[in-house]
């Protein structure tokens, strides 16, 4: 099912965005670390194909294999070897505005979802009638 466009859905957009930026990262930054140069690649691919299903149909789910993904990119220098070199800024970079965009999505689509909820209890109560 496709959904229509939401407010929320250009948070998934900045991150296929980031994808794209991960995945073409070791050319535009001529990095020359290969672990490092590995995760930006499969990290990214993984983030672009996840936004875009996100964008395509929404799953709360995707968000937080995002949100996961983002943190993975701030610990992967360490865990992979890439520590002190500029493929670990920009991971650690990159990282934080995926992580942070995938809370800001879930938290977007949480308070829609109970606003509107909250919003229907009122105008339901507000058109019952009264009895005195």
């Known amino acids: 099912m496709i959904r229509r466009w939401q407010r929320e859905s250009v948070l998934d957009l900045y991150n296929l965005l980031l994808a794209a ?24 691919a993984v983030i672009g194909v996840i936004s875009l299903a996100a964008m395509i149909a929404y799953k709360d789910w995707e968000e937080w294999v995002n949100f996961l ?13 890439f520590a002190h070199t ?24 949480y ?11 009122r105008a339901d109560s507000s058109t019952a009638p009264q009895q005195h």
């Open 111 to 121: 308070d829609a979802a109970h606003f509107e909820s909250a919003h229907r209890d």
């Open 69 to 81: 993904l983002g943190l993975w990119l701030i610990v992967s220098p360490w865990l992979l070897g």
């Open 21 to 44: 930026l991960l995945f073409i990262a070791p050319w535009l930054f001529r990095l020359t670390n290969s672990p490092g140069k590995m995760d930006l690649w499969a990290t990214g």
């Open 86 to 109: 500029r493929a670990m800024h920009f991971s650690i970079g990159v990282g934080i505005v995926v992580a942070f965009l995938a809370v800001l999505d879930l938290w977007l689509h």
